[in-house]
Every structure is written in C-alpha cells, then in structure tokens.
C-alpha cells in the first residue's frame, strides 16, 4: 500500500553533479566512434551503455541493487543503460543518480551516492565491470583512469554495505517489506524488560527479536522531530478497541493526509486486519480491502498500529526494523519526503496507569553512517489528540465487523473476568475508552450496543 506510482516512468537525475554521471546518447555515440578502442577512454566515458554494448553486463529485471545502511534496493537494467527502481517505477539516468536517490531515503543528510561503488550487477560491484572492460579493451591504460575518484567512494561504502552481523538475504525474511507482512509475524506476549538503545551495541544475529527497546527523545540525539502529528480521538477509539477484543496481537493501518507546506500529518482512520497473524492466504484480500477503503475515502497511508497485549507499549528490535522499513517504503513511493508513523498499544499491561491503555506513538531514525551495523533509534513522537464532534457510523460499522470476527476465536477476552479485584474487563474496556470520547455525549449509549454484543459472544 502507500501512495500509488507515476502513471509514466518519471526520470530523476539526482547526482548529476558526480563524476560518474551518464554521458549522453550522443556524447557517448561520439566519444566511441571518435576515438575507437584504439584511444583511452576517460574513467567518466565508461557508462553502462558502453558495458551493455560490449555484452560486460546484459539487460535484466532485478539484476541491479544497493545495500545500504541495512537496506537493500532492487533495479531493473533497461537496453538504454538506464535504471528502473523495482519499488516506485522511476528511471534513473545513471549509477550515482539511483544510488544517491535511495541513501538519502534512509539518510537524508548523505551528500552522494557512490554509484558505480554501490551498486552491484548480480552482486558485483559496477566499478569492477568498468575495471574489466579497461584491461580488456585499452590493457595499457592507466588505472589511474577507473580509480579516479573511486577510493573514496569505496572505502565509504565498504563499510555501509558489508560486513553486517546477520546477512542482508536473511535480515530481509525477518523483517516486514510488504505491509500485510506485518500481520503474518508471530510475537511472543510476555512480561519483558526494556532495555536502554545506548546498551545495544552492533547488530547481534544472536540477539532475541522480540527484546523491547525504551525509546529516545528527539533531543537526547541532538534532533528535532521533522514533522507534526494530529491524530483524530476517533482513531484511538477504534485501535484500542480492536486491541482489548484478543490476547493476542493484533495489527492495523492508519489513514490520513499529509500536508508538505505545514510539515502536518493528520490521522484520520484506522483500519483494523480483521485476520489471523498466521493467516497468509486471508492478508492479502484484506490488505486489498484496506487499499480501496483508502481510496474511496480519498486519504493515504500515513502509519502502521500493532498491540502488545500483556507487555509494555515499547518497540522490539522486531519493530524497529519494520518501522524502518515502512518508513523507507512510504518515502520512496514519492519524490518528497513523507513521514511512517508507528503507534503500539498496550491494553492489558498491569504496569500501566490505572485501566486505559498506554499508547506509544514512535518513529525510527537511521542509525548514524559510521556504525552502519548498530539498530535504528526508536524515539518518542510528540502527537496532538484531536476529539472528534461525534462518532462516526464507520468508526461503529467497523467495531461490529470485528465483534463478530473475534465471537468465535479461541483467544477471545474473557470479558466477565475480573481485571481487578473491583473492576471487570468489559468495565475496564468502557473506561479505556472513555478516554478517546467525541463531544457529542450520545456515544455512551451508542457504544453500550457494541458492549451487549460482546457479552453476547460469551
């Protein structure tokens, strides 16, 4: 999900400014015929039209990628030697415009992009293509000519690519690249721990996924946070809801609008995965499902929402990365920067203030470009609650819809339990969500028909 791609490949040409920036149709027709095999071709000549036309590399979807800062970007070769990212669709004019396009997604503060260092043709590096093509048509050159410039850029991203704890192929199966993905993962609910990010340390394959991360201030990195948040109380109302109805983990989507000129992402509309976690056949027509309710209500993908039900309302190490990755994934669905918010909630965890449950929202930020190995850094989201004038008839449509979804499942709450010695779990649901009201007093009784069905289903 997430913003849809161009109707029409749309070029970009970041990094134009670089040595290794394509040449021109023309400009490269010219410089090979001028000169022929005979003469010494410049290190900047050396594009992958040149690579294609001397069968070096050949034409192929998915043959291209970047691995950078943990994550990892997929491109087709086109005949022309341009790029096409597999994700959005764009085509890129060279190595170091892609290259240069994708790290600033995951680091927006990174100036270049390194390309024939970075990207790697069925998982070599391009500046050794270019090397070959040079001892097999101009074996006397200087290799002064292809090492030009590129020391730096390898020895920069040597380190940003390689040599991380837990290998790329298998990071990428535990972590989350497709949004239904989310609600496929297994979580074990328990009374965890949090540690503190300073105590992490580089990536450990060892480490268990499932360890709960206390999350950082923007200004204890020396940050601000780049974006406001306005989410709607109706939103919360509906999101702790779902979470109450299970003991286990339950996911969803959050729908709203993002404002560039204010820098606002408003939240405007959960939308519960009415699926089981284990459920792969079900996720995708639900997923579909969501996609089109976006659509018809005209809002975009602005976040994600999952539940830990009897532990804190913090970030796993699972969570981070797929934080991450939505949060890549969103950005790279458009030319703007467009923030992911994540919000976890936490209904029946007794370290919780009195009954309502805690409500985390978080964001992810890169971990810093010289320990390209360690996490991401969880850290607070400052968020302004809006109340709704009344409840919408989507919002109750939508908590029937999952009443019934839950009535029959085995890790239904037991709702005339106690969850105190005073308090039961429905009057423990009631005041939760008292919590997220609208003005209009008339929800009380509009709710106490959800409530009748949930004792119904018991």
């Not at 989350?176 to 009374?191: A, T, V, Y």
Request: charged share 25%; hydrophobic share 35%; net charge negative.
């Amino acid at each position: 999900m997430g913003s849809e791609p161009p109707l029409s490949p749309q070029v970009v040409e970041e990094g134009a400014d670089e040595e290794d920036e394509e040449l021109s149709g023309a400009e490269d027709a010219d410089l090979r015929t001028s000169s022929g095999r005979g003469s010494l071709l410049t290190r900047r000549g050396i594009t992958l039209r040149v690579l294609l036309k001397d069968s070096l590399v050949e034409p192929g979807d998915g043959v291209l990628s970047i691995h950078y800062l943990g994550k990892k970007f997929v491109g087709d070769l086109l005949n022309d030697g341009k790029i096409r990212w597999v994700e959005t669709g764009q085509i890129f004019n060279s190595p170091s415009a892609w290259a240069t396009h994708c790290k600033r997604l995951v680091n927006p503060a990174k100036k270049s992009g390194c390309g024939w260092a970075s990207v790697r043709y069925r998982g070599q590096k391009l500046v050794q293509y270019k090397t070959t093509w040079l001892h097999k048509y101009q074996p006397s050159a200087d290799m002064s000519l292809i090492s030009e410039g590129e020391d730096d850029e390898m020895g920069d991203d040597d380190e940003e690519e390689g040599k991380t704890a837990m290998p790329v192929e298998d990071k990428n199966k535990k972590s989350k690249p497709e949004l239904h993905d989310i609600s496929l993962m297994q979580r074990r609910e328990r009374d965890r721990v949090p540690i503190r990010y300073c105590t992490l340390g580089t990536r450990d394959a060892t480490r268990d996924p499932h360890t709960l991360v206390e999350l950082s201030a923007f200004s204890a990195i020396n940050r601000f946070q780049p974006f406001n948040v306005a989410v709607s109380s109706n939103v919360l109302l509906l999101m702790d809801f779902h979470c109450h109805l299970t003991t286990s983990e339950v996911v969803g989507y959050l729908g709203g609008r993002w404002d560039t000129n204010t820098q606002l992402l408003t939240v405007l509309r959960a939308f519960p995965c009415r699926t089981r976690l284990a459920d792969k056949d079900a996720a995708p027509a639900v997923e579909e499902e969501i996609c089109q309710n976006l659509f018809m209500r005209g809002l975009s993908l602005v976040g994600w929402y999952h539940s830990h039900p009897r532990g804190p309302a913090l970030p796993s190490l699972q969570d981070i990365d797929s934080q991450m990755d939505h949060q890549l994934r969103l950005q790279g669905s458009s030319n703007g920067f467009q923030p992911c918010l994540g919000i976890i909630c936490g209904p029946y965890y007794h370290g919780n203030q009195g009954v309502a449950s805690t409500i985390t929202p978080f964001w992810v930020v890169p971990p810093p470009e010289q320990r390209p190995n360690d996490y991401g850094i969880p850290v607070a989201v400052e968020v302004t609650y809006v109340q709704d004038n009344f409840l919408t008839t989507d919002v109750l449509n939508e908590m029937m819809l999952l009443v019934e979804f839950y009535r029959s499942a085995p890790d239904l709450v037991q709702f005339s339990q106690m969850w105190s010695p005073n308090t039961s779990i429905l009057d423990k649901i009631k005041a939760s969500l008292c919590g997220h009201a609208p003005k209009d007093q008339a929800y009380a009784q509009i709710l106490e028909h959800v409530y009748n069905q949930l004792c119904n289903t018991q």
